[in-house]
Nanobody, 120 residues
Framework: QVQLVESGGGLVQTGGSLRLSCAASGRTSNNFAMAWFRQQAGKERELVAAVRWSGGSTYYADSVKGRFTISRDIAKYTMYLQMNLLRPEDTAVYLC?????????????WGKGTQVTVAS
């Protein structure tokens, strides 16, 4: 089993920044992919960004390209999402996910999420 714990959410004004963290523990592996999703009320869960632990290749949704940056600390097995130029439409619960085979809409392990609210 892998445990994922997110932190760093909160309330921010439009144009502001937040950094989310996701700490992984348990049976982690350097072959994992980790990702950030967001869940907005009444909408499907959206894959926001992802990173492959080995090699560090990344993916970003078009809606966040140029504003969000995903990164990882290999020693701490922690993933980050630096969110800049935040907009009200970025308001959502942000969830961390991990999977030994890659990223996509279905991943094996999930955190409980952290709320991000962007005030207009």
């Amino acid at each position: 089993q892998v445990q994922l714990v997110e932190s760093g959410g909160g309330l921010v004004q439009t144009g502001g920044s937040l950094r989310l963290s996701c700490a992984a523990s348990g049976r982690t592996s350097n072959n994992f992919a980790m990702a950030w999703f967001r869940q907005q009320a009444g909408k499907e869960r959206e894959l926001v960004a992802a990173v492959r632990w080995s090699g560090g290749s990344t993916y970003y949704a078009d809606s966040v390209k140029g504003r969000f940056t995903i990164s990882r600390d290999i020693a701490k097995y922690t993933m980050y999402l630096q969110m800049n130029l935040l907009r009200p439409e970025d308001t959502a619960v942000y969830l961390c996910a991990a999977d030994p085979y890659g990223y996509g809409p279905v991943m094996d392990y999930w955190g409980k999420g952290t709320q991000v609210t962007v005030a207009s």
